[in-house]
C-alpha cells in the first residue's frame, strides 16, 4: 500500500479564534497513528507557529514554513530556507507602514518571535498574528527575513493595487500571496506548493500519495500540488474549483480517508 502524506494549512482550516478543535487534533493523531505522515502548511513563521500548537499536544512530523520560504522537520530544525533581500524589505516597510489601515510585519529564521514595524498612521494589530516585538526600520539590516506579511483589513482596494506594486515594483525578488486579509510577501518562487515538492520530492523521496487540505488563495499552489485536495464551503469560489472535495472540518476529511470511503464532492 503506498504511503500517504497529507499537508495542513493552519488559519481558517485548524485554527478558529486562536484554538486548534480537540476533534482535528485527534483525527491528526489518528492519521499519524496508522503510519502517514502530517505536514504543518502555513504562512506563519516558526515562532508563531510553536505559539499555534501550544498545548495542543500536536507534533507535525514536518512544516512547511513562510508560504514555502522554509522547511523543518518535527523539532523546527531547517532542513531549506530562503530569505529576502534587506533592501527589498526596506522599501516595502517604508511604503507600507505609511499606509492607513495596514499593520506591517516581518518573519525571521532566527528570531523566537514575529516582529511588527511601527505605523506611522496609528496603532494597528491582527489577531492572526497577534505574539510579536517592535522592530525599528534601522534595525532590518541585523536579520534575514523569510517573510513580510502585510495586514490589510477589509480592503479590497488596497489588497488588489498593493499586490499590483509588489510584483511589479520586486519582480524576481519576491512573491506575493493572497492569504484573506493577508498579503504574505516571501522569497521568489517559494509557494507552499514549491516547499512541499521539495520535501516530498527531494527530502522524502517521492514515495506517497499526497493530500492537501486548505481554505484560502495562499493554498492553491499546495492543491496544485497535491494528488487529491480539499477545501471548504466558506471558501472562495476559486479555491473550491481547484479541490475535488468540499467537507466541513478537516477531521472529516481525515477520516474519509482513513475508513477509505469519499468525503462529498464539490
Not at 493572497?178 to 507552499?192: G, I, M, S
Request: hydrophobic share 40%.
Amino acid at each position: 500500500m503506498t504511503p500517504k502524506l497529507m499537508a495542513f494549512d493552519l488559519d481558517g482550516t485548524l485554527v478558529f479564534d486562536q484554538r486548534i478543535s480537540r476533534e482535528s487534533i485527534e483525527a491528526i493523531q489518528a492519521w499519524q497513528a496508522a503510519g502517514n505522515v502530517a505536514v504543518c502548511s502555513t504562512g506563519k513563521s516558526i515562532a508563531a507557529t510553536i505559539h499555534a500548537l501550544k498545548g495542543t499536544g500536536l507534533r507535525f512530523d514536518y512544516y512547511v514554513l513562510y508560504t514555502g520560504g522554509a522547511v523543518t522537520d518535527a523539532d523546527f530544525r531547517v532542513l531549506m530556507s530562503h530569505t529576502i533581500p534587506n533592501d527589498v524589505v526596506r522599501e516595502i516597510v517604508e511604503t507600507m507602514t505609511r499606509e492607513p489601515g495596514v499593520a506591517v510585519y516581518g518573519t525571521t529564521l532566527e528570531t523566537d518571535h514575529d516582529v511588527q514595524f511601527p505605523s506611522t498612521t496609528g496603532t494597528k494589530a491582527s489577531s492572526i498574528l497577534a505574539h510579536f516585538a517592535p522592530l525599528n526600520i534601522e534595525e532590518i539590516p541585523d536579520h534575514e527575513f523569510v517573510g513580510v506579511p502585510l495586514w490589510i483589513d477589509g480592503r479590497e482596494d488596497l489588497i488588489g493595487s498593493t499586490a499590483t506594486w509588489i510584483r511589479e515594483r520586486f519582480a524576481g525578488q519576491v512573491d506575493c500571496h493572497r492569504n484573506q486579509d493577508f498579503l504574505d510577501v516571501v522569497p521568489p518562487n517559494c509557494t507552499k506548493g514549491t516547499g512541499l515538492a521539495w520535501l516530498d520530492e527531494a527530502h522524502l523521496g517521492g514515495r506517497y500519495q499526497t493530500y492537501s487540505i486548505g481554505d484560502s488563495w495562499n493554498d492553491l499552489a499546495m492543491h496544485e500540488w497535491a494528488q487529491h485536495a480539499a477545501s471548504f464551503p466558506y471558501s472562495p469560489q476559486e479555491v473550491k474549483d481547484a479541490t475535488q472535495t468540499v467537507v466541513t472540518t478537516a477531521a472529516e476529511y481525515i477520516h474519509s480517508i482513513l475508513e477509505g470511503s469519499s468525503a462529498r464532492s464539490s
